[in-house]
T-cell receptor, first 113, second 117 residues
Framework: EPEVTQTPSHQVTQMGQEVILRCVPI?????FYWYRQILGQKVEFLVS????????KSEIFDDQFSVERPDGSNFTLKIRSTKLEDSAMYFC???????????FGPGTRLLVL | AQTVTQSQPEMSVQEAETVTLSCTYD???????LFWYKQPPSRQMILVIR??????QNATENRFSVNFQKAAKSFSLKISDSQLGDAAMYFC????FGSGGYQKVTFGTGTKLQVIP
């Protein structure tokens, strides 16, 4: 069964450094998302992406964040200058269309020191 | 904005017994989707079951079933014959229907389910 994959599974970085989290959505899916989950808290929406542009973003998704689909398979989330509060689990999700369930990847655990 | 509330931070159930996890939501929309996701210690989000609001029949997936009460905006998950592998955090989630695929999923705060051998 096709699944969403994410790399790396864990990333440790120093505050102020740039990180890129990578996702490979399910191959025939068209809509892509990033969510994050701070430890012990609920999953929060960051951004949705369709047709090579952002469809919606939350207030969390400020100028430090950007997303890109650099090729036909990868979907990336970049944090330009990480802060301690960016430490969280980041989930990528994808869906085939408007009425479809979002399928989540296994997550990337980001720790900012 | 839609909100999802899970009032039970933790629940426990004996192996082979039945447990029900509660969820309420608030929305002004008439068409939407509701989901239960499971998050085991590995922290991957796994879809358990999905319900379309326009369907009156409650969704079932093997040992998992829901009690969807649209008027009451309630969406509970029943797990029958609980197994040790069911131990996880369970998130109730809401998604607008809409014509585009960009609708975000709104999650509740989760219920941690413990299964006692």
């Amino acid at each position: 069964e096709p699944e969403v994959t994410q790399t790396p599974s864990h990333q440790v970085t120093q505050m102020g450094q740039e990180v890129i989290l990578r996702c490979v959505p399910i191959s025939n899916h068209l809509y892509f998302y990033w969510y994050r989950q701070i430890l012990g808290q609920k999953v929060e929406f960051l951004v949705s992406f369709y047709n090579n542009e952002i469809s919606e973003k939350s207030e969390i998704f400020d100028d430090q964040f950007s997303v890109e689909r650099p090729d036909g398979s990868n979907f990336t989330l970049k944090i330009r200058s990480t802060k301690l509060e960016d430490s969280a689990m980041y989930f990528c999700a994808s869906t085939a269309g408007g009425s479809e369930t979002q399928y989540f990847g296994p997550g990337t655990r980001l720790l900012v020191l | 904005a839609q909100t999802v509330t899970q009032s039970q931070p933790e629940m426990s159930v004996q192996e082979a017994e039945t447990v029900t996890l509660s969820c309420t939501y608030d929305t002004s929309e008439s068409d939407y989707y509701l989901f239960w996701y499971k998050q085991p210690p590995s922290r991957q989000m796994i879809l358990v079951i999905r319900q379309e609001a326009y369907k009156q029949q409650n969704a079932t997936e093997n040992r998992f079933s829901v009690n969807f009460q649209k008027a009451a905006k309630s969406f509970s998950l029943k797990i029958s014959d609980s197994q040790l592998g069911d131990a996880a955090m369970y998130f109730c989630a809401y998604r607008s229907f809409g014509s585009g695929g960009y609708q975000k999923v709104t999650f509740g705060t989760g219920t941690k389910l413990q299964v006692i051998p």
